[in-house]
């Protein structure tokens, strides 16, 4: 038995977007045929994601220097308290699905964001001697991921910001094993648009299977 977590970073749902369209559709198919696995849905839009900011670089300070939980402001306890809920709920999870637009040439701020919250020394990674070393292994995960353009392949591919980052990402945490579902080209071959959603569709409900 392995939980999923399954990460949206959209505003919109699935009618209205190829990559939340696509998710879901892997997302069922996921459910079909992994019935005993749990699923834990996070939707970055509705969730609540501090920023580091002042009160998160305070909060870590006193935590550093001595302080107690308790001795830290309100807004610090909050923020530090929840920047340790999204890691741990990362950690629990054993395969991941990351579900993002592409927006110049990455995916939106919130998922840097969240990136942010669970980058953290101890639980995701630890530092030694010979630099960082990740401590999730044996964990899997996929990013479906919706362009207007062709970034897999052809003259665009090395400017694709967001899934290369995010790949090193999950190798920094020690999960190799990450894939991209491009469901891309649609602004420029708008044309083809409904095959190209329909084929990743597919697609993803093949890797389901065997994700
Ligand atoms: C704010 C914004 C920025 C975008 N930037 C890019 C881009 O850099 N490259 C690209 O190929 N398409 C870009 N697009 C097009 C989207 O990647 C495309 O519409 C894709 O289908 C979005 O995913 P979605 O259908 O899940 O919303 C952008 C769209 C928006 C709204």
Same mark, same amino acid.
């Given at each position: 038995?392995?939980?999923?977590?399954?990460?949206?970073?959209?505003?919109?749902?699935?009618?209205?977007?190829?990559?939340?369209?696509?998710?879901?559709?892997? /997302?069922?198919?996921?459910?079909?045929?992994?019935? &005993?696995? %749990?699923?834990?849905?996070?939707?970055?839009?509705?969730?609540?994601?501090?920023?580091?900011?002042?009160?998160?670089?305070? !909060?870590?300070?006193? /935590?550093?220097?001595?302080?107690?939980?308790?001795?830290?402001?309100?807004?610090?306890?909050?923020?530090?308290?929840?920047? !340790?809920? /999204?890691?741990?709920?990362?950690?629990? &999870?054993?395969?991941?699905?990351?579900?993002? %637009?592409?927006?110049?040439?990455?995916? @939106?701020?919130?998922?840097?964001?969240?990136?942010?919250?669970?980058?953290?020394?101890?639980?995701?990674?630890?530092?030694?001697?010979?630099? @960082?070393?990740?401590?999730?292994?044996?964990?899997?995960?996929?990013?479906?991921?919706?362009?207007?353009?062709?970034?897999?392949?052809?003259?665009?591919? &090395?400017?694709?910001? &967001?899934?290369?980052?995010?790949?090193?990402?999950?190798?920094?945490? !020690?999960?190799?094993?990450?894939?991209? /579902?491009?469901?891309?080209?649609?602004?420029?071959?708008?044309?083809?648009?409904?095959?190209?959603?329909?084929?990743?569709?597919?697609?993803?409900?093949?890797?389901?299977?065997?994700?």
């Amino acid at each position: 038995m392995s939980t999923l977590l399954y990460i949206t970073a959209h505003p919109h749902d699935d009618r209205a977007s190829y990559s939340m369209a696509v998710g879901k559709a892997f /997302l069922d198919a996921y459910r079909e045929n992994h019935p &005993g696995d %749990p699923i834990v849905t996070l939707d970055l839009y509705k969730a609540y994601i501090p920023h580091i900011d002042t009160d998160v670089f305070s !909060g870590w300070g006193k /935590l550093r220097s001595g302080s107690s939980f308790d001795q830290l402001s309100e807004e610090e306890k909050k923020k530090v308290t929840r920047f !340790g809920e /999204l890691t741990d709920q990362f950690v629990a &999870g054993d395969k991941y699905v990351f579900v993002t %637009p592409m927006w110049n040439f990455s995916f @939106p701020p919130v998922m840097k964001a969240y990136i942010d919250t669970i980058c953290t020394a101890g639980k995701t990674f630890k530092y030694t001697e010979n630099g @960082p070393v990740g401590l999730l292994t044996g964990k899997k995960a996929l990013h479906v991921y919706a362009c207007g353009g062709i970034y897999s392949e052809g003259p665009a591919a &090395g400017s694709d910001f &967001g899934s290369p980052y995010l790949k090193t990402i999950m190798s920094f945490f !020690g999960i190799p094993s990450f894939e991209t /579902l491009y469901v891309e080209g649609m602004a420029q071959f708008p044309e083809r648009a409904e095959q190209i959603k329909q084929d990743a569709i597919k697609n993803a409900q093949e890797k389901a299977r065997t994700f």
